[in-house]
């Protein structure tokens, strides 16, 4: 079969980086979370103090930081899932904290830091057989991906499931709490300049509400052997 690109966003704790880690695992693709890298450069914004308590960002110290900043992935032998890593550090654990999570749809607005991340994204899913994770891969990453999906899930479903993540490390947070981070950063998703979050017209809407992981994968990977079979059917004429 040959190798295509796999394009999933959506909004926050909608289960995107479960199925993308579950189809990558069964296709033996790469998987790209792009929201880990948006997270990776929060941090380090954060580490130098950039941000402050209100959440105002110092733009012209991160932005000319950039070049600073190198990320990668490593493979995490315990989970085989890979792992991000700022300038060496793996990072995975604490770019998933609260810091982070309340200012990164802000950072993520910044201009300079988005053309970085969509130039290192393009870089990484250049040779296909990559799944990829975020907000803007279907409409601005990679616009021709053979597969796109759009993931949605009922409000109240994301926040339990982000504070069943948030618990399973240890951290309580109220469900308001949650679900008023969950929506600020909707609200920022949706309404930023650079590459919103918007369906791309010819994805495919997932709301996986009510849905099992198994079902939501053997859901995509239908929609995968359907398009294998579609791009071998000889032209008509
Ligand atoms: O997927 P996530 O929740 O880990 O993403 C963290 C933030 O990064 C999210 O609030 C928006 C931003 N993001 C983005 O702007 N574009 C992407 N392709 C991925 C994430």
Aim: glycine share 4%; proline share 3%.
């Amino acid at each position: 079969m040959q190798n295509i690109t796999i394009a999933i966003d959506g909004f926050s704790s909608c289960g995107k980086s479960t199925l993308a880690k579950a189809l990558a695992h069964k296709l033996n693709y790469k998987y790209i979370d792009t929201g880990a890298m948006y997270r990776a450069v929060t941090l380090y914004a954060i580490r130098h103090q950039w941000i402050d308590t209100e959440k105002n960002i110092n733009e012209t110290a991160l932005i000319q930081a950039l070049s600073e900043i190198e990320l990668g992935f490593v493979n995490n032998a315990e989970t085989h899932h890979s792992d991000i890593t700022l300038n060496g550090e793996n990072v995975e654990q604490e770019i998933r904290l609260m810091p982070v999570s309340s200012v990164v749809s802000k950072v993520s607005t910044i201009k300079e830091v988005r053309e970085k991340m969509v130039a290192l994204q393009r870089q990484m899913g250049k040779r296909k057989g990559v799944v990829m994770d975020g907000r803007d891969i279907g409409t601005n990453v990679f616009p021709k991906a053979e597969l796109k999906l759009f993931m949605t899930a009922d409000p109240e479903v994301r926040a339990r499931r982000r504070a069943d993540e948030y618990s399973s490390k240890g951290q309580y947070f109220s469900l308001d709490d949650i679900k008023h981070n969950l929506q600020q950063r909707d609200q920022e998703d949706l309404n930023r300049k650079e590459n919103p979050l918007i369906k791309a017209d010819d994805a495919v809407v997932l709301d996986n509400s009510d849905l099992s992981r198994e079902q939501q994968l053997e859901f995509v990977l239908k929609l995968v052997s359907d398009l294998q079979l579609i791009r071998r059917e000889p032209p008509l004429h």
